[in-house]
């Protein structure tokens, strides 16, 4: 037999007998322990829905001690919305800015994380020694080390990255100046930036490129794309086998009058890239 296994044999004899000696029973010991700890936690819960409720008052302004009973009613219909995490996701939102849609996507946002999981599920299977000197274990401690710091990094970038909010006329202003827009394309060049279209084309470096959708910065210098082209795509993407961006058109349900999709289509057209 291995001297390896035999060591184990051991070590397991004597965690028995330290068990035998200084243990105590799951019941009654254990199961106390835990009822006692649970009604603790639930109290604190009910104590502090208690405050939150009686020192808040029925109007949105009547803040308590843990904020407002209620807020502004949502507004499903918002186009310019931009969804973020709650704070302790901003390590996996960051990680879908690394990997980019569609190529490695799945890899970054799915591949990595459950290979991390399950290297950590299987962590009892692989390290079967009772060491438990941090000196001793340095695989685990540099290991341990890297995943808080590298979580950290990302969480801190995920929480510090600039969002395309849209509705920022200093964005507004630099691109008519570095594209040389005219004076027509100007309110399409606003509603643009307002209307969401960023969340997933870039437009001259801002915004983000989600989902596959192109750089539009110069799509009005590649050949054969009209205004009126721009307008019936705008209008309804799925004509054109585009299954992903919105439909925009109110004729076809979406939120822009033919004014805007008109505005839209002359900013898109006039976008020929600097220089
Ligand atoms: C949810 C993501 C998404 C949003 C939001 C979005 N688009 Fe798109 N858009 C796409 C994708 C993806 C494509 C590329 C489809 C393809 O190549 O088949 C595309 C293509 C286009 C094209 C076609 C370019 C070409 O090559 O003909 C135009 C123009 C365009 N979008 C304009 C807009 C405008 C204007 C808005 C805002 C009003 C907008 N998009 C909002 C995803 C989006």
Redesign the pocket.
Known sequence: MSTRLEQRRAQHQRYKEDVKEHGKPFFPGAMWHDTVMSLVVVCVIIALASIWYFTSGENPEDAGLLGPRYTEEADAGTTNFIPRPDWYFYFLFYLLRIFKWPDSVILGTVGIPTILLMLMVGLPFFDLRRERRLLRRPVAVVAAILVVLSMGVLTYKGATQEEALGGDATVVADWVDRNNLPASAREGATL?NE???Q???VYLGSGSA?????D?SD?GSLGG?TEDY?TR??AN?RTF??N???V?GQANGGSLDDQQLGN?AKF?AASKGEG
């Open positions: 643009f209307t969401g279209c969340q997933c084309h989600n989902l596959g959708a192109p539009l799509i794309k721009f795509y705008v993407p086998g585009n992903v961006m919105p925009y839209l898109l």
